[in-house]
């Protein structure tokens, strides 16, 4: 009999890092441990109309509440959960959020004569979180970085039940080059002014920089914050070296086509999980600047091997750095770069994956 894993969580967008890494972590169990299924249950929250299409040959459903009042929804959601695991007979649990993981351990105490291992995954900095002590109801905790590792201690995890898997990188054959005249800064995700993308910040101190620069920002947000930002950018008078390109459902591809050559990529954010796209513009050779945000960039950024972090907010430091790119200073090679995050690519990845599981299904 296979071990049959179910991946709770509230809906989720679609177009996400996290869909990016719970899809990767499918696979390659799917690949290469064949004796376990893994399955999505989305606990259906209201006037949210996620994207599927990330779920392509990956069994999900949908639990659905009309209670208004929020603790008998969520045991409402357990309800219809405990039926799901007996069904099924589920041999762990994996819950993307707080909530998400207050609901399954109601669900799973509910199954008698059977323990189920609950695994709590965030996605996100646990500091400030919305009910972060839900979390402590878990078994086990997977960390996305050793920033989400330490939080989970401080919140009273023994360590001894933290697996520190980071996310998984497709390790990329292709360089995506640097430009030989004008420096194209790169950004890729979503798109907020303030916390905790902080893009008012990155645009503050690029105006502060001499000479030929551009910047293409590759992702979405909310067309009020797109709007005040391209007023703050004709405020700051750049507006003219900022490209837009909105969101692509194939980012990478679309930078080497449209784009094609890039000098290096920028994260200002005030606080991280695991920054995915600063890491696989790591995987094509680009040199990476972020600001030492918890959590994530500390265990990506290697100063001058493959890219630099400074404090954030520090704005002097950041224009420094950036001014010192656009007067050519010598980078590390490109496959160099490549080659320093190669704990994060996929067959270190899945040896974390594996052992953990080794332990939790035993």
């Known amino acids: 009999m296979p071990n049959k894993i179910l991946i709770t969580s509230y809906n989720i967008s679609g177009f996400g890092g996290m869909e990016t890494v719970c899809r990767e972590f499918i696979l390659l169990l799917k690949q290469r441990r064949p004796d376990i299924t893994v399955s999505f249950v989305f606990f259906n929250a209201k006037q949210t109309q996620p994207n599927?299409?990330?779920?392509?040959?990956?069994?999900?459903?949908?639990?659905y509440s009309n209670i208004k009042n929020g603790k008998l929804r969520r045991i409402h959601y357990?309800?219809?959960l405990r039926q799901l695991l007996s069904e099924?007979?589920?041999?762990?649990?994996?819950?993307?959020?707080?909530?998400?993981?207050?609901?399954?351990n109601i669900s799973r105490k509910l199954i008698l004569g059977r323990q189920i291992p609950l695994i709590s995954w965030p996605h996100f900095a646990i500091n400030g979180s919305y009910?972060?002590?839900?979390?402590?109801?878990?078994?086990?905790?997977?960390?996305?970085s050793s920033g989400i590792a330490r939080q989970l201690v401080a919140l009273g995890v023994d360590e001894n039940n933290i697996?520190?898997?980071?996310?998984?990188?497709?390790?990329?054959?292709i360089v995506i080059p640097r430009p030989k005249e004008k420096t194209i800064f790169l950004y890729v995700g979503r798109i907020l002014a303030k916390e905790p993308k902080q893009f008012a910040f990155l645009f503050t101190g690029l105006a502060n920089v001499s000479d030929d620069w551009q910047l293409n920002i590759v992702g979405s947000g909310e067309e009020n914050e797109i709007n005040e930002l391209k007023l703050l950018a004709k405020k700051l008078n750049i507006a003219d070296k900022?490209?837009?390109?909105a969101w692509q459902p194939e980012a990478w591809s679309y930078i080497q086509k449209k784009i094609t050559a890039i000098s290096a990529f920028l994260l200002t954010s005030n606080t991280e999980g695991f920054p995915m796209a600063l890491a696989e513009a790591i995987s094509y050779g680009i040199y990476a600047i972020s600001s030492d945000c918890p959590a994530g960039p500390e265990d990506?950024?290697?100063?001058d091997i493959n890219g630099e972090l400074f404090p954030v907010n520090d704005l002097p430091c950041f224009v420094n750095i950036l001014q010192s790119i656009v007067d050519n200073k010598t980078l590390p090679s490109q496959v160099s770069i490549k080659n320093s995050i190669s704990n994060?690519?996929?067959?270190?990845?899945?040896?974390?994956v594996n052992s953990s599981l080794k332990k939790i299904l035993a």
């Open 131 to 144: 009910k972060k002590e839900y979390l402590l109801k878990a078994d086990y905790h997977y960390a996305i």
């Open 52 to 63: 599927d299409d990330w779920l392509d040959n990956i069994k999900y459903s949908r639990l």
């Open 163 to 173: 697996f520190t898997l980071f996310n998984p990188i497709k390790k990329q054959d």
């Open 78 to 80: 357990a309800l219809q």
């Open 242 to 245: 900022i490209n837009w390109h």
């Open 88 to 104: 099924q007979k589920i041999n762990a649990i994996i819950a993307l959020d707080s909530i998400a993981c207050y609901n399954s």
């Open 300 to 303: 990506i950024i290697k100063n």
């Open 344 to 352: 994060f690519y996929e067959d270190s990845y899945f040896d974390r």
